[in-house]
């Protein structure tokens, strides 16, 4: 039974372990591919040291960690020093609820954040803005707390009460017992929390997703839009710095705890503390105290971006939409606030037009640029949502092709100005998939490649693949098409993988899955990866054209600014820089002189026209609608 439980643990430490020794191997390898080490170099850690845009992310991340884990770790003490002194029917009760945000699911906290703080900030105290560095701050000292409450209270558990009530018959008052005989005992208890919401806050993603406003941001939230692309090595190297710095955390906090339990063996004094808890105490004020100097200095700098006058630029896109300079790209944003060194670009992004549309509803944050798709673009400006644009800012509109205007979403162009178009079809495997098999949209259906296909997680376009299928409108509101659309998805369901959005990328490189449907741009980063992968359009059934534009929302505070970075992006050669990075198709003809030859004869990218006959775009429908079609997906997609 031993050599069985030894045999366990180490099983357990190998799962835990294997995955953070490749992240490490792999921040020192030359090649870029995990699975094989091509040679040592520390090239990663130099390009991260350049790399002034993740440094600040990394920064934002351990200023708001340490503010947070400060807080959380002496409120937290307090606190659970003050239910350790209450009755035990009382003491249950306020344990249940301390531990709630612990035991809740961390997207239930999130949302629940957000909402609270948008309703404080723009309905009670009347803010534009409620979402900031403060309600992050907040939120993170929120679900902190908890977890160094349950590390304090056994240690007040376990300490000896006389030890107190000897203390206090020698002249000390509660006061002075507390700092000196309560604290040394929860020491340990204290640490260990302290180092738990550490590595919670740095760690966290989804609540900081929703409470995270425009103007401050972590490494986490950033690094969840890098799935459409490959990770880069640089990345690597920061996990690994982080990693390194927890370890040598614990294993610092380890032995100085063991030290203090040996001298206590020695029969020292127990109100007097050991040498190494001492030392230890003082390592700890000093941390605490460099974390707080430099959260706040890093804040009040943040807060300064620019120095005085410059303007801050919201742009609020979808991830990796932007050529950011990696893989040899241009850095546009850089590029931009070169051009116009008065302007300061606060970059964010959204994983969907839903997303970005909540975020924009509920209030909360101030945005001055957004790159909606078409029927999202519709919904908004029915809803008054956008401002109209002023084209004399935005000459370079000249170059978006007619093809590109008078879009039924803005049927007047005062709304919007295109920035990418592309296709829906069928990705599959060549390797795996029977070419005689890649027909049409049934393939989705297929039931001998069951278990390895993979559909839209969203809605619309779910419902828009079976109703190009079934020779339906993909803008109906017909309650029994719309009907016999779901039951085609239930029947779906059985030979699907999952449904996924940009989970793809990773699953379809991988050989994970063979047959999903996606967007013809995503397309041709995968066939990057993995050149086994192939394109179709079910041109004789019909799919899915799609334009996303640039828009102004009614929240923007800085217009011109805005109009200035549309018209930025609207240069030719910008675009087709931008277009060789994002693989997106580019609604302006003459940026495809300045694209890679290959990409601007592409027939993914750019189909020919009588490729182009049944294609068709999703308009708004109306909120009825939109809601049934939403209960129908969810009703199959949850179903057992």
């Not at 409120?75 to 306020?94: D, E, S």
Request: net charge negative; hydrophobic share 45%.
């Amino acid at each position: 039974m031993k050599h069985a439980n030894r045999a366990l643990t180490v099983l357990i430490f190998i799962f835990l372990y294997i995955p953070m020794a490749v992240l490490i191997v792999a921040s020192f390898n030359t090649g870029k591919d995990i699975t094989h080490f091509d040679g040592f170099t520390l090239n990663q850690y130099l390009e991260l040291f350049e790399d002034d845009s993740l440094l600040n992310l990394l920064a934002n991340s351990l200023i708001i960690s340490s503010l947070a884990t400060a807080t959380a770790t002496v409120f937290g003490t307090v606190a659970a020093v003050g239910i350790h002194n209450l009755k035990p029917r009382l003491r249950k009760v306020a344990m249940s609820l301390t531990n709630i945000p612990m035991t809740n699911p961390d997207i239930v906290t999130g949302v629940s954040l957000s909402l609270l703080f948008v309703f404080v900030g723009t309905r009670m105290l009347g803010q534009r803005e409620s979402l900031t560095f403060w309600t992050l701050l907040i939120a993170h000292i929120t679900f902190n707390l908890p977890y160094v409450v349950l590390n304090v209270m056994p240690k007040l558990h376990q300490m000896d009460s006389s030890l107190v009530d000897a203390a206090m018959d020698l002249g000390c008052t509660p006061l002075q017992s507390f700092f000196k005989v309560t604290i040394h005992e929860i020491m340990p208890g204290i640490i260990t929390g302290a180092i738990m919401a550490f590595t919670m806050s740095l760690d966290d993603f989804v609540i900081s997703y929703f409470v995270t406003g425009m103007g401050f941001t972590t490494l986490p939230v950033e690094i969840y839009s890098y799935v459409k692309k490959p990770i880069q090595p640089k990345i690597y190297a920061m996990f690994t710095l982080l990693f390194a710095l927890i370890f040598l955390l614990m294993v610092a906090m380890n032995i100085l705890q063991l030290k203090g339990e040996q001298n206590k063996k020695r029969n020292r004094s127990a109100v007097s503390e050991s040498k190494g808890m001492r030392t230890f105490k003082k390592v700890l004020a000093v941390v605490v105290s460099a974390a707080l100097v430099i959260g706040v200095g890093s804040f009040i700098l943040f807060t300064r971006v620019g120095g005085e006058g410059q303007i801050t630029l919201n742009v609020y896109n979808w991830g990796q939409y932007i050529a950011d300079g990696s893989d040899g790209s241009m850095d546009l944003i850089a590029e931009f606030e070169r051009r116009y060194p008065g302007i300061k670009v606060n970059y964010q992004t959204y994983d969907s037009n839903e997303t970005m549309y909540s975020k924009l509803v509920n209030g909360g944050i101030t945005v001055d640029v957004i790159i909606p798709s078409d029927y999202m673009i519709a919904r908004m400006r029915q809803e008054g949502m956008l401002l109209e644009l002023d084209f004399d800012n935005i000459p370079n509109y000249r170059y978006i092709d007619e093809t590109f205007r008078n879009t039924s979403y803005d049927p007047e162009n005062k709304y919007s100005v295109p920035y990418t178009w592309g296709t829906v079809g069928i990705i599959y495997n060549s390797k795996y998939v029977d070419e005689a098999d890649v027909t049409g949209w049934e393939l989705m259906w297929n039931h001998k490649y069951a278990g390895k296909i993979l559909m839209f997680d969203n809605s619309r376009d779910a419902f828009g693949i079976t109703q190009y299928m079934l020779g339906y409108d993909v803008n109906t509101t017909d309650k029994a098409e719309l009907q016999h659309c779901a039951d085609k998805l239930a029947e779906q369901k059985p030979v699907l993988q999952q449904y996924v959005m940009d989970q793809i990328f990773a699953t379809m490189q991988n050989e994970e899955a063979w047959i999903a449907a996606y967007y013809a741009g995503d397309y041709l980063v995968m066939a990057e990866e993995n050149p086994d992968l192939k394109f179709f359009l079910p041109e004789h059934q019909g799919f899915n054209l799609f334009i996303d534009a640039m828009c102004i929302p009614s929240c923007a505070q800085e217009k011109e600014a805005a109009e200035l970075f549309i018209n930025f992006l609207c240069d030719p050669e910008i675009s087709a820089a931008n277009m060789d990075w994002v693989c997106y198709s580019t609604p302006i003809s003459e940026a495809k002189q300045y694209l890679d030859p290959e990409v601007a004869a592409s027939e993914v990218s750019y189909p020919a026209a009588e490729k182009l006959i049944k294609a068709s775009s999703y308009s708004f429908l109306n909120p009825e609608t939109t809601r049934l079609v939403e209960e129908l997906f969810m009703n199959v997609r949850n179903s057992q």
